[in-house]
């Protein structure tokens, strides 16, 4: 079965470093896409990063780098130069493929990341 | 672009009253259509998910139910809802046009008393 693991509840930044927020994964399905997502004190879901099973290489998005270590099943997310709007909580989340049907997603339970100034 | 549309965005419900949440999608066709709840402070729990009218699949057994009349519109529903049942409601679509991604609407607060 599907599982998504974000072991950090909480994390502190100071504003302008970099930090790591952890993901792991579990899936039997050799096709999968990890996914990582903001979501501020309004409630909406903001898309940041996607990274494919077949992907070769680490996917960028500005500040926002996935670090994907297939072997050991990890997604970690990396925001560099981090901003006081950074502060949210952000989920990673996965979705097997079409062989599953339906292309089901599953978030991972989140963390809070604080960035001060 | 396609656009997830939900509502009511706030409803508070009394104990053992229905429930009618309501999700469009415009700019796009055939999508998958998902509910997720989160409850305060938690992750997202997928509750059901649909690939076409009428299919609907539910992840976990609970006092909620989902419907597709059409193409673009996935309804959650309720004949008695329970104090549990308070939480954030999310809709959510990913469809040949989205890629990969999946996109949520607005979501909808429901509180139970």
């Known amino acids: 079965a599907q599982k998504i693991t974000q072991t950090q509840p909480g994390m502190f930044v100071q504003e302008k470093e970099a930090v790591t927020l952890d993901c792991t994964y579990d899936t039997s399905d050799p096709s999968y896409g990890l996914f990582w997502y903001k979501q501020p004190s309004s409630g909406e879901m903001i898309f940041l990063i996607y990274?494919?099973?077949?992907?070769?290489q680490n996917a960028t998005e500005g500040r926002y780098s996935l670090n994907f270590q297939k072997a050991r099943k990890s997604a970690n997310l990396v925001i560099s130069a981090s901003q006081l709007g950074d502060s949210a909580m952000y989920f990673c989340a996965m979705r097997e493929g079409p062989g599953t049907g339906g292309f089901k997603t599953i978030f991972g339970a989140g963390t809070r990341l604080f960035v001060k100034a | 672009s396609q656009t997830i549309h939900q509502w009511p965005a706030t409803l508070v419900q009394p104990v053992g009253s229905p429930l009618s949440l309501e999700c469009t999608v415009e700019?796009?066709?055939?999508?998958?259509l998902y509910w997720y709840r989160q409850a305060a402070g938690r992750g997202l729990q997928l509750l059901f998910y649909?690939?076409?009218?009428?299919?609907i699949s539910s992840e976990v057994p609970q006092n909620l139910s989902a419907s597709r009349p059409q193409d673009r519109q996935f309804i959650l529903s309720s004949k008695k809802l329970l104090l549990s049942d308070s939480g954030f409601y999310l809709c959510?679509?990913?469809?040949?046009?989205?890629?990969?991604?999946?996109?949520f609407g607005e979501g909808s607060w429901l509180t139970v008393v």
């Open positions: 649909s690939v076409g009218i009428g299919q």
């Open positions: 990274q494919g099973s077949y992907d070769q």
């Open positions: 700019g796009t066709s055939n999508p998958n």
């Open positions: 959510a679509c990913v469809s040949a046009s989205s890629g990969n991604t999946i996109y």
